[in-house]
Structure formats: structure tokens, C-alpha cells
């Protein structure tokens, strides 16, 4: 059984590396609730685009972010790590542009494709690490940056700047006014000009979006396609974002926007004659946010999921996956493979034939996109939250336990939920199962190991 196994497994290996190294689009949404989708079950908005990636690929059902926030969910996609063992496990600013850098000797996605030989290019927002830093983007792995070095910048869709490569590229347009130059659309172009210019080679493009994140802003022309839809409209009032006062239709119009980019990526793809050469995934960084004039529970954006961003429920870290290759990835499927973002690198790790120079906390999910039967499974997935009072989770199997208010009292307890017969996480089954909640306890705490930072770490890792 142990050699067909093997066998197997390399007859995966070999077809992948013996063809012809495909390109990998990976577009990640910002603060995207599981419901927001049409394929995800939104009826009061359409996502045409998205929803036909779906269709034409493969749905995820089980699929989770790296973190409940932007820096380290980010962090987990590029490194393989969880928030046990990650470089950065939180939002954390550094003046005066710029988040908590990961140490310059990162090994990240970019870097192995770059070893396979890809040209490799991130668009959109960064926020790991200040321009110039050794977690600059260009000193990750990435041969061209078009964007956001920072993600608090990156509130603004119509800032004074864009970062290209190392050098500002200002937006003359808003110097004076903040109202011309939308930001999005200059770093979209910039994406699709990178997929023409490398068409003929395999290449890597990280397409980090910004939308819906707040500040709740788009254009005059989508307002217009929204504006009167979704009554009582939710009349925003400014306070850290500026926001516009029909909140409903701004995030509406928000989310069609990213849905055009989408398509527009795709029709690049078909009109350069690419499509069946590129595996394209698209996903969310968190769950649906409430800031700015977002309204998570009018829309509906998280499902049966309990919580929102900043929330280890599953409505803080469950997101949507597509995944579409033709050819290579059967149309229509919904899978419901348990996996997460730090998954994302050991499969690249398989797509190229590159093999990882160390062991990392994820597991390839290329079997499951191929319709193999040899998927490898997590033992648990693990989260951890040092902000809101200090919040830990796991999944394993189908169990979830969640503990809140870590920082508050050092006997917080654990709460469990069986998510296959309540996902929303509306019983605690702590008492009734007290064998497996001890487990899981036990697990929360070999999960991890100290952060190089203390404000990351929970009174019994603090640094005496």
C-alpha cells in the first residue's frame, strides 16, 4: 500500500514538472465576507465574474486565512507558517509608512518561484514591511511592485502616491483634490501589463486588492449602478474613515468593481492565448469588516459564520477559495478539503518540482485541485490574536475551540463547537466532550512558540 502510494505520488510530481511550468495568478480581496459572492450564496448583489471562475473551476468550502487581520494573514500566505510559528502575527505600524517588517532572511512563496525560474510581481497592498526595509518587497522575492507599501495608506483610494518598485510615483491628480486619481484602477493596469510583458515565460503575479476594505469609496459611475438599491440605506457619519454616506451602495459598488478587475484579468488571459497555462486562485485575506459604512449583517456577508474580522469564529478567518487551470482542474467542483493560506507555499512547492529548503506548517493542496486521491491532511489548524484581549483557536477534524479574553485571565476557557453539525458555532460543547476540549487545549499550547516581538506574546511566552 505504502509503495502505491509513492508511486503515485510521483507520477504527480512527474507530470506537473514535465510540463510546461504554469503561471500562477493568486488575487487576494481585502476584508471579503464568505457570503459576499453569488457562488457563496449573496442574492442581493451580483458577482458574475467570480462566479464564474467557480464554474469553469474548483469551489472551497473549508478553506481559511492566516490571521484575522491583514499583516500576518498576509505573513501566512508567503511563509507556509501559522500564527504558532509566523514572523508576524499582528497589525503593527511603523512611522512613517509602513508595518513591522519580516526579517530580511524570510524565505517566501516569491522566492521559490523566482528559484523555478518564474518572473514574480506583487500589485496592490503590501504591509509587510517599509520601503526600503530587508522586508521590502523587491527583497522578498519580487522582480515588480505596483502599489501600497502600507497598509494604513492604503485606506485612501485616492492617495498622493503609488510605490513603484523602490521610488514614489505620485498621483498628480490628488495632490491638491484626493478625488481624481482612484488609486485601484492605475495598480490594475499595472497587473494586466505585467501579464502581457511576461506572457511567453511562467510568471508569478500576487494580485493584492484592496477592496472592500474601508475607507467605504467608488467611483461616481458605480455609485450610480447602486445608489437607491438596499434600503434604509446606512447613512454613514465620518469618523476615522471618510466613507460616503450611502454606506449600502458604496460597498456594493466596491465589490463589483473587484469583480470587473477579476474579469478583466480573465479576459487578458484568454485574449493572450494563456488561459489554459494559468492556474488562477482567488480568495479573501479575512472575514467581512464593519468599519467605514460596511454592514456585515445587512448583506448577509458572512453566511451561517458567527463573527467578523477581528474574530476567531469562523466569521473572522472562514473565506472563500476558486481555484481554475483548464484542463488541469475539473469545472463545477466544490470541494470541501480542510486548508488554509499557509498551504499556499508547499503547493507551489509541488507545482514547480522545487522542493522547499524547510519544513513548513502547511500541506500542498495540489492533489485536490488535480482530482488526486492521495490529499494529505492537517492534524489542526491553528490561529492566535494577541489584540481585542487576546484570542486563540484550532480546528481539528471537526472540532473548533475558541478561547477569548486571554490576556484578561490566565483561566480563560475553552469553548468547543462540532462545526459539521453547528457552523455557526452557537453551542458549547466544552462540558458534554470534556476529553476532546482537554485535547484541543493541549494542542493550543504546543501549537506555538515565542515571537521575536513580546507584544505578540501571551503572559506565559512574555520575556522576563
Known amino acids: 500500500m505504502k509503495r502505491a502510494l509513492w508511486v503515485a505520488v510521483a507520477m504527480l510530481a512527474a507530470v506537473v514538472v514535465d510540463a510546461r511550468k504554469p503561471n500562477v495568478i493568486f488575487i487576494l480581496a481585502d476584508d471579503l465576507g464568505y457570503g459576499d459572492l453569488g457562488c457563496y450564496g449573496q442574492t ?135 478625488s481624481k486619481d482612484y488609486a485601484p484602477d492605475f495598480i490594475h493596469q499595472e497587473t494586466l501589463k505585467f501579464i502581457r510583458e511576461n506572457k511567453d515565460e511562467p510568471f508569478y503575479c500576487y494580485y493584492a486588492l484592496v477592496q472592500p476594505h474601508a475607507d467605504m469609496i467608488a467611483p461616481e459611475e458605480y455609485m450610480q449602478k447602486h445608489r437607491g438599491k438596499y434600503l434604509p440605506e446606512l447613512n454613514y457619519e465620518e469618523d476615522y474613515y471618510i466613507g460616503q454616506p450611502e454606506g449600502h451602495a458604496a460597498f456594493a459598488a466596491m465589490v463589483n468593481i473587484l469583480d470587473d478587475y477579476v474579469g478583466e484579468v480573465m479576459a487578458e488571459l484568454d485574449k493572450l492565448g494563456i488561459a489554459d497555462d494559468t492556474l488562477v486562485i482567488f480568495t479573501s485575506d479575512n472575514g467581512a469588516h464593519e468599519e467605514g459604512g460596511a454592514d456585515p449583517e445587512y448583506f448577509d456577508s458572512n453566511g451561517v459564520w458567527k463573527g467578523f474580522k477581528r474574530d476567531l469564529y469562523e466569521g473572522g478567518i472562514h473565506v472563500p477559495m476558486i481555484a481554475t487551470w483548464p484542463g488541469r482542474i475539473q469545472e463545477g467542483v466544490v470541494s470541501d478539503h480542510i486548508s488554509a493560506f499557509w498551504d499556499f507555499l508547499p503547493t507551489v512547492a509541488e507545482l514547480t518540482g522545487e522542493p522547499l529548503p524547510k519544513p513548513v506548517d502547511g500541506k500542498s493542496y495540489l492533489p485536490t485541485l488535480l482530482g488526486q486521491d492521495i490529499q494529505a491532511e492537517h492534524d489542526y489548524l491553528y490561529w492566535e490574536f494577541a489584540m481585542k484581549g487576546g484570542r486563540k483557536a484550532i480546528r481539528k477534524g471537526k472540532w473548533k475551540g475558541v478561547v477569548y479574553d486571554i490576556l484578561k485571565r490566565t483561566d480563560a476557557p475553552l469553548e468547543l463547537y462540532d462545526l459539521e453539525k453547528d457552523p455557526g458555532e452557537t453551542t458549547d460543547l466544552a462540558g458534554e466532550f470534556p476529553e476532546v476540549a482537554s485535547e484541543l487545549s493541549t494542542l493550543i499550547k504546543q501549537a506555538r512558540k515565542p515571537s521575536h516581538l513580546d507584544k505578540w506574546n501571551f503572559p506565559e511566552l512574555k520575556k522576563k
Not at 507556509?80 to 510559528?85: L, R
Open 44 to 178: 442581493m448583489f451580483e458577482t458574475p465574474n467570480i462566479d464564474a471562475l467557480a464554474k469553469r473551476g474548483m469551489k472551497f468550502t473549508n478553506h481559511y486565512s492566516g490571521s484575522t487581520v491583514c499583516a500576518p494573514s498576509r505573513c501566512a500566505l508567503l511563509t507556509g507558517y501559522h500564527m504558532g510559528n509566523a514572523v508576524v502575527r499582528g497589525n503593527a505600524e511603523m512611522k512613517p509608512e509602513g508595518q513591522q517588517p519580516m526579517p530580511a532572511d524570510t524565505y517566501t512563496a516569491a522566492h521559490h518561484f523566482k528559484k523555478s525560474g518564474y518572473k514574480t510581481g506583487v500589485f496592490g497592498k503590501w504591509g509587510l514591511g517599509m520601503t526600503g526595509s530587508g522586508s521590502d518587497p523587491m527583497q522578498m522575492g519580487f522582480d515588480r511592485f505596483y502599489g501600497y507599501n502600507c497598509q494604513r495608506i492604503a485606506h485612501c483610494y485616492y492617495p498622493a502616491w503609488m510605490w513603484s518598485n523602490g521610488e514614489r510615483e505620485f498621483l498628480w491628480g490628488n495632490v491638491s483634490s484626493f
